[in-house]
């Protein structure tokens, strides 16, 4: 042991790993897909248990040794699912895993129902992800054609809309001469080309 491992304490500590933000995604939902599998294990050795007290009148419970291997998927499977977890944006994890659980929650599944609900959330996601990139994509389009197919600006430097210019006819200027005005709708102001100024 040398005295560098002594001094270990003054080293800055280890920065989070510069992984790829898909691999972590991954890792974060497959984590999540495994506990909640224990979890629904758990849950049923405990419906189990109580089924027997119910059905014995006696707890056995203290006398039981759980089997040490528990449920997996397969390893297919598992690829599966580690695939479609690769088209989960890092800004949808967190949606995902409260969707899982939220999906968890209502329908109590065993172990082996857990990962047909995960595929089903991931699966629900993904199409979500999807749609909302069709509606970027149109809204994107949509504001270029439009940007390229309006001449507002052409217009505005073409005309110019001169309300006080001292030429223009008003009503009282027709009612003082006692002369009909024209079907000229006195409201609107005069629009009148650059080039007349």
Not at 39 to 47: G, L, T
Not at 142 to 162: A, D, E, M
Request: aromatic content about 10%; charged content about 30%.
């Amino acid at each position: 042991m040398s005295l560098a491992s002594w001094f270990r304490w003054n080293e800055p500590p280890n920065r989070i790993s510069q992984r790829n933000p898909t691999e972590m995604v991954v890792e974060t939902l497959m984590m999540e897909l495994s506990w909640q599998m224990k979890q629904a294990e758990k849950q049923q050795r405990e419906r189990e248990n109580e089924y027997r007290k119910i059905k014995t009148g006696v707890d056995y419970g203290w006398l039981v040794s759980y089997p040490k291997q528990s449920y997996d998927i397969s390893p297919g499977e598992r690829l599966q699912l580690e695939d479609m977890c690769t088209k989960i944006h890092p800004s949808y994890c967190g949606p995902v895993i409260l969707r899982f659980r939220q999906v968890i929650a209502e329908y109590e599944p065993e172990a082996q129902e857990v990962s047909r609900l995960f595929r089903s959330v991931l699966q629900e996601a993904t199409e979500k992800i999807k749609e909302e990139e069709e509606a970027k994509k149109l809204a994107r389009q949509w504001n270029t054609k439009n940007r390229t197919s309006l001449s507002l600006t052409t217009f505005k430097s073409r005309s110019r809309i001169s309300p006080f210019i001292s030429d223009i006819k008003t009503i009282s200027e027709d009612v003082e001469r006692g002369t009909q005005p024209n079907r000229r709708v006195w409201s609107m102001p005069e629009f009148r080309n650059t080039k007349d100024f």
